[in-house]
C-alpha cells in the first residue's frame, strides 16, 4: 500500500515528484559541495545560487536520462517481497550512485563555466565527497518531503473519490 500511495501513479504526478526532489536536492546539495570546495563564505554561497537553474536543468535531464538505468540496478539489488523502505533506499542508492558520477563533473564544468579536464582528473578525490552529500541529503530531505507531497495529494484524491 506504501508503494501506491507514497510514490507517483502517473505521468503528471512523476512530473511533480521530480519537480519536487530535484529543486529541493539542487538548492541545497549544489551551494554545500561549492562551499566544501571552496569555503564557507557568503560569496561563496551566493556564486553557488547564481549557477543553481542551469544546475537544476542538467538535473532533470540526467533524472531523466537514468532512470531506467537505476530501476535496473534496483531490481537486481532487491527481491520480491521486500519493503518498501529497503526497495526505496536502494533505489536512492542507485539513482545517487548514477547521478553524482555524472554530475560531479558536469556540475563543475556549469560552476566553473568551462570544459576542462580537472574536474576528470580530480574525480575519485571529490567524487566520494560528493556522493555522501546527494545521498545523505536524498535520504534524509528530498525523497521523504517529495514521498510526503505524494501521499498528501492522494489522500486528498482518493477522499474525493470515495465521497463523489
Same mark, same amino acid.
Not at 521530480?18 to 536536492?25: C, F, H
Not at 526505496?88 to 563543475?108: A, E, P, Q, R
Given at each position: 500500500?506504501? @508503494?501506491?500511495?507514497?510514490?507517483?501513479?502517473?505521468?503528471?504526478?512523476?512530473?511533480?515528484?521530480?519537480?519536487?526532489? *530535484?529543486?529541493?536536492?539542487?538548492?541545497?546539495?549544489?551551494?554545500?559541495?561549492?562551499?566544501?570546495?571552496?569555503?564557507?563564505?557568503?560569496?561563496?554561497?551566493?556564486?553557488?545560487?547564481?549557477?543553481?537553474? @542551469?544546475?537544476?536543468?542538467?538535473?532533470?535531464?540526467?533524472?531523466?536520462?537514468?532512470?531506467?538505468?537505476?530501476?535496473?540496478? !534496483?531490481?537486481?539489488?532487491?527481491?520480491?517481497?521486500?519493503?518498501?523502505? #529497503?526497495?526505496? +533506499?536502494?533505489?536512492?542508492?542507485?539513482?545517487?550512485?548514477?547521478?553524482?558520477?555524472?554530475?560531479?563533473?558536469?556540475? !563543475?564544468?556549469?560552476? *566553473?563555466?568551462?570544459? +576542462?579536464?580537472?574536474?576528470? !582528473?580530480?574525480?575519485?578525490?571529490?567524487?566520494?565527497?560528493?556522493?555522501?552529500?546527494?545521498?545523505?541529503?536524498?535520504?534524509?530531505?528530498?525523497?521523504?518531503? #517529495?514521498?510526503?507531497?505524494?501521499?498528501?495529494?492522494?489522500?486528498?484524491?482518493?477522499?474525493?473519490? !470515495? *465521497? #463523489?
Amino acid at each position: 500500500m506504501e @508503494f501506491h500511495n507514497k510514490l507517483p501513479r502517473g505521468k503528471r504526478e512523476f512530473a511533480l515528484f521530480i519537480a519536487i526532489v *530535484s529543486i529541493l536536492s539542487v538548492n541545497i546539495i549544489a551551494p554545500l559541495i561549492t562551499c566544501f570546495e571552496f569555503g564557507f563564505r557568503l560569496a561563496v554561497w551566493a556564486g553557488a545560487l547564481k549557477m543553481i537553474p @542551469f544546475i537544476w536543468l542538467s538535473v532533470v535531464a540526467l533524472v531523466l536520462l537514468t532512470y531506467k538505468p537505476a530501476e535496473w540496478l !534496483t531490481r537486481k539489488a532487491v527481491r520480491e517481497g521486500d519493503s518498501f523502505r #529497503a526497495v526505496v +533506499t536502494i533505489n536512492i542508492l542507485c539513482t545517487v550512485l548514477l547521478m553524482s558520477i555524472f554530475l560531479t563533473v558536469i556540475g !563543475t564544468w556549469i560552476g *566553473s563555466r568551462s570544459l +576542462t579536464w580537472d574536474p576528470i !582528473t580530480g574525480f575519485f578525490y571529490k567524487w566520494p565527497r560528493n556522493f555522501a552529500i546527494s545521498l545523505g541529503v536524498e535520504l534524509l530531505v528530498a525523497q521523504p518531503l #517529495a514521498r510526503l507531497a505524494m501521499q498528501a495529494l492522494h489522500r486528498r484524491r482518493d477522499a474525493r473519490k !470515495t *465521497s #463523489a
